[in-house]
């Protein structure tokens, strides 16, 4: 019998990534989403294409699939859930606990079976799955599943809209632990399994989307739109290099890579982000400051470990002047923080609840000075 798949988040990566991976493992795959628009189409059409571009492009179809909207049919997702073998999400961090409630009813509907369902949170999040596991424990017990924590690399643009085809870079990376497991872990084409993410998943966030991130908050500041006109701009990406000098400091000295090879990373994630082939905006990769901007994301997360060794971080914190400045009304988090920013609220508060610092943190005095400058205008 064929095995099954729910996945939660039918947008880029989920279409582009996690389900073609699942495809071509085998599973059937349960698209789960909250826009009628998505699973429409997805219910409509039978397959989609996964087009890469770059160097030994492939075009991979995935069919085979169902789909089914979780805001308005979630008994028919949690029927799903009680019969899985996996559940995966891609919907971003802080959607995980909307989705909670749906798995941990799926869990319940499970409890017949001796069989512990696999979940795998696909974010760009420090401990996703963790969090989807805490969110899931406030409504069911959630004994009979294991949640893996995973770092997961592709960067898919925003698509064209009216489409389910995606377009995609070729460079992958899916690492996931395997420690939850006990030794049957489930079978996924591509995944890396590995005893110790933290250092993947660090290199990851800290040099990808750090760098990203960092690129995309001074394009938006300086009026460009994309990635590659930014990285384009010598002194941007002259900015953008010292900022994954920092992190690179850190990610040298803590997980024990060597300069040579993170350097190596850091030439690969400007070519991959700069790609001609994949037109990536600033408005996409900045989206959700305040995600962005949080205690043990891309640029706190790093700043703040590096201020406990010691250590400067002047080149992040450049770059969380730069997020502070981000400002586009489509985006519900960069409206927040404008609001925030407008309130009136002293630059220490401001600090201590954006980035979730505490007053008494090395990195604190720092963050609150960039704040001063931004409220000062
Ligand atoms: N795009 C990339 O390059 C990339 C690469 C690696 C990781 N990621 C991560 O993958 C996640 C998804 O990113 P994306 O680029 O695919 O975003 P996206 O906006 O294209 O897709 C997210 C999907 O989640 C759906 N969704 C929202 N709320 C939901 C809910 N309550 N239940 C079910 N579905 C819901 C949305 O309708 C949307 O289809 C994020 O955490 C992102 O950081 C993205
Ligand atoms: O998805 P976010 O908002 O966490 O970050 C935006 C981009 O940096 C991100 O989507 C990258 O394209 C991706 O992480 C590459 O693997």
Redesign the pocket.
Known sequence: MAKTAVH???????RG?VAQFLHASGYEVVF????EE?IGALQRQPSYQVREVGEDAKTHVVDGYRAIN??TDEADVVAEIAKADLVTT????R?LA??APVIANGLQARSGSADRLAVLA????IGGSDMLADEVRTHASAGNAVFANCA??????EQAAGTLDVTIESFFEWVVDRTPFDGNVPDIVGVTWVDDLTPFIERKLFTVNTGHAATAYSGAERGLETIREALAEPELEAEVRAVLGETKQLLVEKHGFSAEEQQAYIEKTLNRVSDPNLRDTCERVGRGPLRKLSRHERFIGPAAQLAERGHAAEHLLAAVGAALAFDVPEDAESAQLQKLLSSGRPAADLTAEITGLGADHPLFPSVVEVFERRLAG
């Open positions: 939660f988040g039918a947008g880029n990566i989920g990534f789960a989403d909250v826009s998505l979780s805001g891609a919907v971003g961090a959607i909307a989705v696909c974010e760009n999040a997961i690399d592709r960067i898919v643009p």
